[in-house]
Structure formats: structure tokens, C-alpha cells
């Protein structure tokens, strides 16, 4: 039997989440991926990471076509400060590489819709980075609660904290930062994927400059939508509090809570709670990072479309920038109608062995703490 193909990847951008999650993950996808270049506009990340994952196909930002041809290339993982996923995107996609996009897909929806328009106008696919659509115990809460096991789901509430280091990109403006764009995006979509429908209004707030770390973005969000039913999610996004990470989805019989819900270095555990009668549940600590990278792999060798598409990372955005204009005119915003035909469901779960730690080269932890 002839051997699989491998795909053929480059990671543009070298920042922490790539260091830390995204190359070694190519290790635990190694049945149908390979990392054959990188993308950094720093040379020292360059040299010092293409050693060490034996990369001799490196260049900078200006170099994408270059890169793509001399490598190569068939998929690109994009890990670039959420301003330039566009034009990232956008370059790759003319160079006729496929995309794998970190989340949030942008920071405005005209740039989303760019993003599909140019997927599509090369005939190369785009998926976004949720890697929670691939995870234990997100996808067994998703099931439950789709199953009726906590009566029907009425209530979705959610934080998502912590302390951001002082000059990360997630406290600059001009990269896309602040707590609604780096952390609401989780709030939110589990919201749309637990009730598996699409918001209809939204009320919200935010701080902005409560210290100098946030004089430019928000270091705090607060949300409130509506969904079909009459169901009400809730959220709190915030960069400058202690860490939290859990949601709760509560039913007309019981209730599901994950803590932590969000984390990729920890494993995400949750309880379901029927009438005091309670249920573990578990996702071991996982690599969540290679299961995103074997999937949308096969998505390409198999001509199929990813469920967390392009459309899915619009879903997100359309919302997030009714939550801004909202906080902004202190009004109720509606929203026109999305549909959303797949949603993320059990069949996606992959388990692959845990990380171990990574040493960084210029890229620190964006936690303070």
C-alpha cells in the first residue's frame, strides 16, 4: 500500500503560541503533516528555531512566496498578531498555500469577508483555530446538553481572566488587542456552539485605560446576548484580573460547569449536576494543538470542507463588533440573521499526548502571572 501524502506546512509568526503549542505539536502530527518552513521578521527566532526543528526553508514576512515555492508548501499555520491576519491570509492564498488562521479570524468583519473571498478565489481552503471544537471535554459538554441530559439549556455564563504582561501585543491597539478580541472570542463561541444557534441582540460594556497597561484597549468586556428562545448567555472577558477560565450552561433539570474550560497547558475538567446526581467530566491533559493541524491535513488530502471554516470565524466577529458598537452607544444591538448549518459535534475529537515545556526565544508568556 502506497504510503499517505504528507502536507506540507509553514507556521508564519514565532511568537509565544507558536513556541510554546504550535511547533511542537508537528511532532504528534507527524501521520500526515510535516514543517517544512518558517515565516518571522525576527532572523534570531529564525535561526535559533530552524535548528531546532531542522527547518532550513526560514524567511521573513516579505518572503511568503518565496517561501511557499522554495519549501514547497501546501498549508500555512497563520500565528501573526490578529491586524495582519488578512493580509497574511491574503498572501498566502495568491502563493496557493491553504490556511490555517489563529482566531480571531480578524478584528473587523469586511476583513473576514476578504479573507473567504480570497480562499476562494485561489481554490485554497481556510480554517480557523479552534482547537477547542477538537477537545474531550468541550465536546462531551456540547453533547449533553444537545442530548437533553439538563433539560433544555437556558442559561450560558462564562469568565475568561488574567493578568497580561506589561507591552504585550495584547495591550497595543494597533495589533488587534484588548480582552474581547483575545479572550471573549472563547466566551463567545462556546456560547454559539453549547446552544448551537446564533445571537439575535447584544448589550455590553467596557473599560478602557483603568491603568496604563489598557490605556488603548479594553481591559475588561462585558456582554449580554440574546439567543433564539429566549436563551441569555453572559460573559466577562478581562486582561487585567486574576486567572479564571469556566463556563457554565444551565438547564431546566441541571447544569454543566467546565473549570478550567479554556486551557491548552492544563487539562479541562467539568461536572454535570442533574438533581444532586453528579457526573465527572474529564478531558485529560492533551495536546490540542496537532489535532488542529491532522485534521484540516486531511481536510485537504480528502477535498473536504473544515467544520471550524472561514464562516465560523466570521460567526464570532460579526458579534464581537455588535458587542463594541453596543458598549459604545450603551444601547441593545441587533443582529441580522446567520445561518450556521455545522457545528462542532463528537465526531471531531482526536487525543494526542501532552507538550512538554518549551524554552522561548524572544517570546515571553503573555500572562504577568
Same mark, same amino acid.
Given at each position: 500500500?502506497?504510503?499517505?501524502?504528507?502536507?506540507?506546512?509553514?507556521?508564519?509568526?514565532l511568537?509565544?503560541i507558536?513556541?510554546?503549542?504550535?511547533?511542537?505539536?508537528?511532532?504528534?502530527?507527524?501521520?500526515?503533516s510535516?514543517?517544512?518552513?518558517?515565516?518571522?521578521s525576527?532572523?534570531?527566532?529564525?535561526r535559533?528555531l530552524?535548528?531546532?526543528y531542522?527547518?532550513?526553508?526560514?524567511?521573513?514576512?516579505d518572503?511568503?512566496?518565496?517561501?511557499?515555492?522554495?519549501?514547497?508548501?501546501?498549508?500555512?499555520?497563520?500565528?501573526?498578531p490578529n491586524? @495582519?491576519?488578512?493580509?497574511?491570509?491574503?498572501?498566502?492564498?495568491?502563493?496557493?498555500?491553504?490556511?490555517?488562521?489563529?482566531?480571531?479570524?480578524?478584528t473587523?468583519?469586511a476583513?473576514?469577508?476578504?479573507?473567504?473571498?480570497?480562499?476562494?478565489?485561489?481554490?485554497?481552503?481556510?480554517?480557523?483555530?479552534?482547537?477547542?471544537?477538537?477537545?474531550?471535554?468541550? @465536546?462531551e459538554?456540547?453533547?449533553?446538553?444537545?442530548?437533553?441530559?439538563?433539560?433544555e439549556?437556558?442559561?450560558?455564563?462564562s469568565?475568561?481572566?488574567?493578568?497580561?504582561?506589561?507591552?504585550?501585543?495584547r495591550?497595543?491597539?494597533?495589533?488587534?488587542?484588548?480582552? @474581547?478580541?483575545?479572550?471573549?472570542?472563547?466566551?463567545?463561541?462556546?456560547?454559539?456552539?453549547?446552544?448551537?444557534?446564533?445571537?439575535?441582540?447584544?448589550?455590553?460594556?467596557?473599560?478602557?485605560?483603568?491603568?496604563?497597561?489598557?490605556r488603548?484597549?479594553?481591559?475588561?468586556?462585558?456582554a449580554?446576548?440574546?439567543?433564539?428562545?429566549?436563551?441569555?448567555?453572559?460573559?466577562v472577558?478581562?486582561?487585567?484580573?486574576?486567572?479564571?477560565?469556566?463556563?457554565? /450552561?444551565?438547564?431546566t433539570d441541571?447544569?454543566?460547569?467546565?473549570?478550567?474550560?479554556?486551557?491548552?497547558?492544563?487539562? /479541562?475538567?467539568?461536572?454535570?449536576?442533574?438533581?444532586g446526581?453528579?457526573?465527572? @467530566?474529564?478531558?485529560?491533559?492533551k495536546?490540542?494543538?496537532?489535532?488542529?493541524l491532522?485534521?484540516?491535513?486531511?481536510?485537504?488530502?480528502?477535498?473536504?470542507?473544515?467544520?471550524?471554516?472561514?464562516?465560523?470565524?466570521l460567526?464570532?466577529?460579526?458579534?464581537?463588533?455588535?458587542?463594541?458598537?453596543a458598549?459604545?452607544?450603551?444601547?441593545?444591538?441587533?443582529?441580522?440573521?446567520?445561518?450556521?448549518?455545522?457545528?462542532?459535534?463528537q465526531?471531531?475529537?482526536?487525543?494526542?499526548?501532552?507538550?512538554?515545556?518549551?524554552?522561548?526565544?524572544?517570546?515571553?508568556?503573555?500572562?504577568?502571572?
Amino acid at each position: 500500500m502506497e504510503p499517505k501524502r504528507k502536507i506540507r506546512w509553514a507556521v508564519i509568526g514565532l511568537g509565544n503560541i507558536a513556541q510554546v503549542a504550535v511547533l511542537p505539536a508537528f511532532e504528534h502530527a507527524s501521520e500526515n503533516s510535516e514543517l517544512v518552513a518558517l515565516v518571522s521578521s525576527d532572523p534570531e527566532k529564525l535561526r535559533v528555531l530552524g535548528k531546532k526543528y531542522d527547518v532550513s526553508v526560514t524567511g521573513s514576512y516579505d518572503d511568503i512566496d518565496r517561501v511557499v515555492g522554495e519549501a514547497g508548501v501546501d498549508a500555512v499555520y497563520v500565528a501573526v498578531p490578529n491586524s @495582519l491576519h488578512r493580509e497574511i491570509t491574503e498572501r498566502a492564498a495568491r502563493a496557493g498555500a491553504h490556511v490555517l488562521c489563529e482566531k480571531p479570524m480578524a478584528t473587523n468583519v469586511a476583513d473576514c469577508e476578504a479573507m473567504i473571498r480570497a480562499t476562494d478565489d485561489a481554490g485554497v481552503k481556510l480554517m480557523i483555530a479552534y482547537r477547542l471544537h477538537f477537545e474531550r471535554a468541550n @465536546l462531551e459538554a456540547i453533547e449533553r446538553v444537545k442530548r437533553g441530559d439538563i433539560g433544555e439549556p437556558r442559561i450560558f455564563s462564562s469568565v475568561f481572566s488574567h493578568q497580561v504582561r506589561e507591552g504585550d501585543i495584547r495591550t497595543r491597539a494597533e495589533t488587534g488587542g484588548g480582552a @474581547l478580541l483575545d479572550m471573549g472570542t472563547y466566551c463567545l463561541n462556546a456560547a454559539r456552539y453549547v446552544f448551537r444557534a446564533e445571537p439575535q441582540s447584544v448589550a455590553a460594556m467596557q473599560t478602557v485605560g483603568t491603568e496604563e497597561r489598557f490605556r488603548h484597549v479594553d481591559e475588561m468586556t462585558t456582554a449580554i446576548l440574546r439567543f433564539p428562545g429566549d436563551r441569555i448567555a453572559q460573559f466577562v472577558a478581562s486582561q487585567g484580573a486574576a486567572n479564571v477560565s469556566e463556563f457554565r /450552561v444551565v438547564g431546566t433539570d441541571g447544569h454543566i460547569r467546565l473549570d478550567p474550560a479554556f486551557e491548552y497547558s492544563t487539562a /479541562v475538567e467539568g461536572e454535570m449536576d442533574v438533581g444532586g446526581d453528579k457526573t465527572h @467530566l474529564e478531558g485529560e491533559k492533551k495536546d490540542q494543538f496537532a489535532p488542529e493541524l491532522v485534521y484540516f491535513a486531511d481536510c485537504i488530502l480528502e477535498d473536504e470542507t473544515p467544520e471550524p471554516s472561514g464562516e465560523e470565524g466570521l460567526a464570532d466577529v460579526r458579534v464581537m463588533e455588535a458587542i463594541i458598537r453596543a458598549a459604545a452607544t450603551r444601547s441593545v444591538v441587533d443582529l441580522p440573521p446567520f445561518e450556521k448549518h455545522e457545528r462542532p459535534n463528537q465526531r471531531l475529537e482526536m487525543r494526542k499526548p501532552p507538550v512538554g515545556k518549551q524554552k522561548t526565544v524572544h517570546a515571553p508568556s503573555p500572562s504577568a502571572k
